[in-house]
């Protein structure tokens, strides 16, 4: 199996550059993030996840995702708090993993920015670094960026979820301002789970 994976590499490195993209512009995100519910979407956040850890199968069914929950985004920037937005978020992930451990209310989730928008991402996933290897990750995404594949944004950053301080990966979602920090015009995008 590695045998294919250096040759995939290999391959990469080795490449012509004749198709390869560079990043026009790259999306200003913070080092700390804060996500705030409030009233009753705290407790319908509380009683969604709950519900996922204790259905039967190892992965989070299409229901607990779908279901949607109001939020508010801070950001510290240059020492400052910064009110930025607000948002309609949603579970993510496939595994159980992304919905983290039962004592801390904190899961991977999707955001979807209504008004405003996070050093110019208005989707993206703010994800719990043990489902994805946090740092490996991260150098993945580098090494396709410096081979000019377009990769979607992803750093580490210390995000306040709801009263709890944690490391998660910001990932920004393909969209439209994806492809416009690439430089490409708007075209279809094809997503495929792997």
Do not use: C
């Not at 899961?107 to 946090?134: C, D, H, Q, Y």
């Amino acid at each position: 199996m590695y045998k294919y994976s250096f040759f995939f590499v290999l391959f990469l490195i080795l490449g012509g550059h004749g198709y390869a993209y560079e990043r026009v512009y790259e999306p200003v995100i913070p080092e700390k993030i804060v996500v705030s519910l409030s009233g009753k979407h705290v407790k319908k956040y509380a009683n969604l996840k709950q519900k996922a850890l204790k259905s039967r199968s190892y992965n989070i069914k299409q229901k607990f995702k779908n279901k949607t929950f109001t939020v508010r985004i801070a950001a510290k920037h240059s020492g400052d708090w910064i009110n930025v937005a607000q948002g309609r978020a949603r579970l993510t992930g496939d595994w159980k993993d992304h919905l983290g451990k039962v004592s801390h209310n904190v899961s991977s989730i999707n955001v979807k920015l209504v008004k405003g928008n996070l050093g110019g991402v208005i989707r993206f996933r703010l994800l719990l670094p043990e489902t994805k290897r946090a740092e490996n990750e991260i150098f993945w995404s580098t090494l396709m960026e410096e081979l000019g594949f377009p990769v979607p944004f992803r750093k580490i950053v210390t995000v306040d979820f709801a009263g709890y301080e944690l490391p998660m990966i910001f990932e920004e979602k393909p969209a439209k301002e994806f492809l416009e920090s690439w430089g490409i015009r708007e075209a279809p995008i094809i997503e495929a789970d792997e």
